[in-house]
């Protein structure tokens, strides 16, 4: 019941942490398994970090630790990923000059073949990835892919935003073609706006086709603001639910009637309804409706916030959506490719923040904020499943950037370890982990800095 009670802001926070744990735990738990494996020590697994990251030796207390065997098990006060301690392993808890005075041990990863070493290192990025696939096959096995497709959407589509009337659209558009390829389905429409860097819109108005030119900036004002969708399918007003003490129960209105006329002004879709509404706030409004094929006239007042107090039914449930269902043995493969698809659309954005002049650092790097947003506002697990792969797949991607300190860097050392039969110079080393520490500070502090910006001054 406390749970049920808890406002949208409150729900994303629990569902961004509970998210971030499970990716944190598994990511570590891909490294701690292969070097336990391997005969190496690994002397803590943590969530969290149990120190002031990127300073190992200041504010050193956890929430909780136990130790079983060799290995403290814990969970640190600084919530900012987490870490398993490799023995003989140089890292953000380990500096190179202490292995330095000190002989290598067996039980050591430094002791390690390197293609041990090697299979440590991708652990966990292997393991993000597998449990991406895990998630969509499971997803698409409970649920399978339900979409609206363009050409479904009978009554054109509803501008949710200023942005969406700058880019010239109007309500009642047909969304046509993007680039002047086939627009898909609706809920892709605005990432293929964004990943395919587009030019033009191509509308169906009052039955004669026209191209909008998307002006310069416009792609970077919709990846700025974050939104969801700058449009949504134009649908009737289909009421599904009544709010008790409300305008519209006191006109005595019911689920399933059809809102068709607001104060003799012809209403035919929610859009309409609502603006008119809007237009009468604390006054008392009359609308025409239809109930089971006949036609009722009712009076209520609106509140003061121009709220008559119903819901509607969702674009699901008037328009012909497609749906695709998977048993277990199509759902796998599915998930799979689902992956992929998700670690090439990722790809293609970043690619973007180079090849783009739409498309602006600034603007496209979030940090904890912008990802705990993302979140629902309930505990819907459907969309908490979906975000949760999707952030594990990014989190395979950024982990093996050749980035010293991250997972990809060492893996580009032990490579040239690999073909060069000896390691890389241990100097060499420490001044690359050295500037790989600077980067990911300075990406960390600038995304999450981006966020604080936002948040005062948007």
Known sequence: MLLLALGGTATKIILFILSLSILVVLHELGHFIPAKLFGTKVHKFYLFFDFLFPFPNVANFSLFKKKIGDTEYGIGWFPFGGYVQIAGMADETQDAEELKNTPPQPWEFRSKPAWQRLIIMIGGVTVNMVLAMIIFSGLLYKYGEQFLP????????????????????????????????????????????????????????????????????????????????????????????????????????????????????????????KENIMANKGNKIEVRIVRKGAIMVKQGVVSKEGLFGFGVKSYADILKTERVNYNLAAAIPAGIEKSFKTLGNYFKSLKMLFTSKEVKVKDSLGGFASMAKMFPDTFDWEHFWILTATISVILAFMNILPIPMLDGGYVVFLFYEMIVGKPLPEKVQQYAQSVGMVIILGLLLFANGMDVIRAFFN
Do not use: W
Not at 155 to 177: E, H, P, R, W
Not at 185 to 205: G, M, P, W, Y
Not at 227 to 235: E, F, G, T, V
């Open 150 to 273: 363009m050409k479904n959407m009978t009554y054109g589509i509803m501008v949710t935003d200023s942005l969406g009337f700058k880019a010239g659209l109007q309500n009642g558009d047909k969304i046509v073609a993007i680039d002047h390829l086939p627009a898909g389905n609706f809920e892709e429409f605005q990432k293929d706006l964004i990943l395919n860097d587009a030019k033009s819109i191509t509308i169906e108005r009052n039955g004669e086709k026209k191209d909008l030119s998307l002006q310069e900036g416009f792609l970077s004002e919709l990846i700025k603001q974050k939104k969801m969708s700058i449009i949504a399918p134009r649908i009737p007003c289909d009421i599904a639910q009544v709010q008790k003490g409300s305008g519209a129960e006191e006109a005595g209105l019911e689920p399933g009637d059809r809102i068709f006329m607001v104060n003799g002004v012809l209403t035919p879709y929610y859009d309409l309804v």
